[in-house]
């Protein structure tokens, strides 16, 4: 990352962009899911998203405190029923995700600052200042910092990877013997204390690690770089090699993608369900 030269600038480069691509894979990645909680507050409909939301994980958004789904996301009409009609009673709410994609810039605790533009609109607003929410998402941090280790010292703003998040140090001391976990609040380690990073974590350091299959970003790296150089003929060649790789990576981690015709009670989309004898060729209709 020290490095300034033309050759490394393009290589750094090439290699977010094939990050970019790997990131709009809707039905992927296992490794980029996260969970997110927050509190209501009295009053309160809006409430701002992490800051490396990428896109919510449609039916994983649960009251944590009441143990009830949140329905969504609404349509307009249905938000607007929802928010000014006549209502059913609390504790059942639905939500939208409103707002810009980018980030917002605010003072905190955190080195970069960057928050979601976006934010979480729950209807109706927050009837207390105590009931929790749930909600699960792809991240766009496919980069991570450095492991964390134990007996290390550490000082306030060091960012270190855990079990299944990032953390950032506020307060410093030396770490103990049990790698860090946790989705929220401040976690204890030794001397130190660390909070889960909800932020975008940038390519920073030679240490960074991705959390996707490296030989993606290999594959990916010679497809792009072929691309660049407008040398196409190659660059289609390495194009068809990345896309199986990422076919093996996507298979690897799903498994075989299974085609059913039965009708899926817990889908999310209401089928129409055809009664038995109405399908051609049976004597139906």
């Not at 909070?195 to 990916?220: K, N, S, W």
């Amino acid at each position: 990352m020290g490095s300034t030269t033309p050759a490394a600038r393009q290589y750094l480069s090439l290699f977010k962009y094939v990050a970019g691509k790997l990131l709009e894979y809707q039905d992927g990645w296992d490794q980029l899911k996260r969970i997110y909680t927050f509190t209501t507050s009295l009053g309160v409909a809006n409430y701002q998203l992490p800051g490396d939301f990428l896109r919510m994980l449609t039916g994983t958004q649960w009251g944590v405190t009441n143990q009830i789904p949140l329905a969504g996301p609404l349509s307009n009409a249905q938000l607007a029923f929802q928010t000014y009609g006549v209502n059913i009673s609390s504790p059942y709410a639905g939500y939208q995700i409103n707002g810009a994609q980018g980030y917002t810039f605010s003072t905190g605790a955190y080195t970069y600052l960057q928050k979601s533009a976006g934010y979480f609109q729950i209807s109706p607003a927050g009837q207390d200042n105590t009931t929790q929410y749930a909600i699960a998402y792809v991240s766009r941090n496919y980069v991570w910092p450095q492991n964390w280790a134990p007996a290390t010292a550490y000082v306030l703003g060091n960012i270190r990877s855990g079990i299944n998040n990032i953390y950032y140090c506020v307060t410093s001391g030396t770490s103990g013997s049990a790698r860090l976990t946790g989705s929220s609040g401040t976690i204890s380690d030794g001397t130190a204390e660390w909070v889960p990073y909800f932020e975008p974590y940038p390519v920073t350091a030679d240490t960074d690690f991705v959390i996707l299959d490296d030989e993606l970003f290999i594959e990916g790296l010679r497809w792009a770089w072929y691309e660049a150089k407008q040398q196409f003929q190659s660059a289609q060649t390495y194009d068809a090699k990345w896309r199986s790789s990422v076919r093996s990576a996507l298979g690897r981690q799903n498994g075989a993608t299974v085609v059913s015709a039965a009708y899926d009670i817990n889908g999310s989309i209401d089928w129409p369900n055809t009664p038995v004898g109405s399908w051609p060729g049976t004597g139906g209709v």
